[in-house]
């Protein structure tokens, strides 16, 4: 199973850059990468996936180096709002025809006025 | 997006009692559906692996006598915790997989509960 190593917490200011990185040293060949955001008792949300080089949407990038043993979710002009934990998730652990997702401990980003 | 519900979002029970949870993805089918729990500070815990119309795979550690899971059809999975007790007491969350063209899951809400 790929396991996924973060910063437990970052913090940043309304407007700035913020860049998470995540360690996925066993990542397998056919493993995505996934971001998810989640705020206190809500399910995760969908920030982002991508299997190498770098996808951008309208909330985020998501940066994967040739090795694809880690990965950098990039948050541009971060607001208040986006004051929750993020967490990376590499889909893989192929048993029985079924994969296996396993979360790290994720992120908590605190953003400061 | 695609939308999965959960319900109820919350319940309070007293122990001994059972509860279930629904899960239900709204606008695509699902072909397979994850349930996880999470305790206050800590990260999202794989409980079980939900295929319809077979018997769901529980993670180690995982009691399938107490968390039973059931996937009727791809919209509905369902969670049912019984005997609970308040060591049960979590946020469980539910997440589905199958829209075409995305191989992320879709989250529920979550659905807390509390038993006394």
């Known amino acids: 199973l790929a396991k996924t190593t973060q910063p437990i917490s970052m913090d940043s200011y309304e407007g700035q850059e913020v860049n998470i990185t995540c360690s996925h040293n066993n990542i397998a060949t056919n493993d995505y990468i996934t971001w998810y955001q989640q705020f206190p008792s809500q399910g995760p949300r969908f920030i982002i996936q991508?299997?190498?080089t770098k996808v951008t949407n309208e909330v985020a990038s998501l940066f994967i180096p040739a090795d694809r043993k880690s990965s950098t979710l990039s948050l541009p002009r971060v607001s208040l709002s986006d004051t929750a934990v993020y967490y990376c998730l590499v889909v893989g652990g192929i048993r029985g025809g079924s994969y296996i997702p396993t979360f790290g401990r994720g992120t908590s980003l605190i953003v400061h006025p | 997006g695609a939308v999965v519900s959960q319900h109820p979002s919350w319940v309070i029970c007293k122990s001994g009692t059972s509860v279930k949870i629904e899960c239900r993805s709204l606008d695509f089918q699902a072909t397979t559906m994850f349930w996880y729990r999470q305790f206050p500070k800590q990260s999202l815990m794989l409980m079980a692996t939900?295929?319809?119309?077979?018997?769901?795979?529980?993670e180690q550690g995982v009691e399938k006598d107490k968390f039973l899971i059931n996937h009727a059809s791809l919209t509905l999975s369902t969670l049912t915790v019984t005997s609970a007790h308040p060591e049960d007491s979590s946020f469980y969350i539910c997440?589905?997989?199958?829209?075409?063209?995305?191989?992320?899951?879709?989250f529920g809400p979550g659905t807390r509960l509390t038993v006394l």
């Open positions: 939900s295929n319809e119309g077979s018997k769901a795979t529980y």
């Open positions: 991508g299997y190498k």
């Open positions: 997440s589905a997989m199958g829209r075409p063209g995305h191989n992320e899951q879709f």
